[in-house]
């Protein structure tokens, strides 16, 4: 069954860097698009990040771009998301989310979601 | 951007019961459409996707209707588990995605 796990969360300062890893299993990790989300405390939904199933594309929301960086490594079934310049208001559990699309560049339909690994940028 | 706003915020029913629950595009947004189910403590799982299509394993209670700026997530008859809150989310202006606030469902 398709698992995402994240990883790498934690509590940091204000201004600092945090890397998150979402590890992909059963299913094709080559062959989808791949989305990061954050959910802050008792609030609603925010897109981060969109990679293409080759990494050849990358997309971001404003609030993060240039900040934020999607990545991906093929060979290891590992989706990353390099954090920097973080802010107090970024504090959220963070998503990992497979696209629905195969083969193709990503719909924008979010069909399997990891756990979520909260992330707090506090001084 | 185009924001998505959900009614009611709150809903309040009980087992057995038919659900409606809407979601209304500040511009269109074709069927372009999505909508999610979360549970607490659990990530989000799609239901529904290009406004009417039901995702892989979602129970025939649930069906999506509606195009342009207006939708409606239906839920025919209450089960205890479909207790949660149920968020919208458009890709209409691929590739940036965006959610409505949410519309909670409890027991009555």
């Known amino acids: 069954q398709v698992q995402l796990v994240e990883s790498g969360g934690g509590v940091v300062q204000p201004g600092t860097s945090l890397r998150l890893s979402c590890a992909a299993s059963?299913?094709?990790?080559?062959?989808?698009?791949m989305h990061w989300v954050r959910q802050a405390p008792g609030k609603g939904l925010e897109w981060v990040a969109t990679?293409?199933?080759?990494?050849?594309?990358?997309h971001y929301a404003d609030s993060v771009k240039g900040r934020f960086t999607v990545s991906r490594d093929n060979t290891k079934n590992t989706l990353f998301l390099q954090m920097n310049g973080l802010r107090a208001e970024e504090t959220a559990v963070y998503f990992c989310?497979?696209?629905?699309?195969?083969?193709?560049?990503?719909?924008?339909?979010?069909?399997?979601w990891g756990q979520g690994i909260p992330v707090t940028v506090s001084s | 951007e185009i924001v998505l706003t959900q009614s009611p915020a709150t809903l309040s029913l009980s087992p057995g019961e038919r659900a409606t629950l809407s979601c209304r595009a500040s511009?269109?947004?074709?069927?372009?459409l999505a909508w999610y189910q979360q549970r607490p403590g659990q990530p989000p799982s799609l239901l529904i996707y290009?406004?009417?299509s039901r995702a892989t394993g979602i129970p025939a209670r649930f069906s999506g209707s509606g195009s342009g700026t207006d939708f409606t997530l239906t839920i025919s008859s209450l089960e205890p588990e479909d207790f949660a809150v149920y968020f919208c989310?458009?890709?209409?202006?691929?590739?940036?995605?965006?959610f409505g606030q949410g519309t909670r469902l409890e027991i009555k």
């Open positions: 059963g299913f094709t990790f080559s062959s989808f698009g």
């Open positions: 511009q269109s947004v074709g069927s372009y």
């Open positions: 290009d406004a009417s």
């Open positions: 990679i293409w199933y080759d990494g050849s594309q990358k």
């Open positions: 989310a497979r696209d629905k699309n195969e083969n193709w560049g990503p719909d924008q339909y979010l069909d399997y």
């Open positions: 989310q458009q890709r209409s202006n691929w590739p940036s995605i965006t």
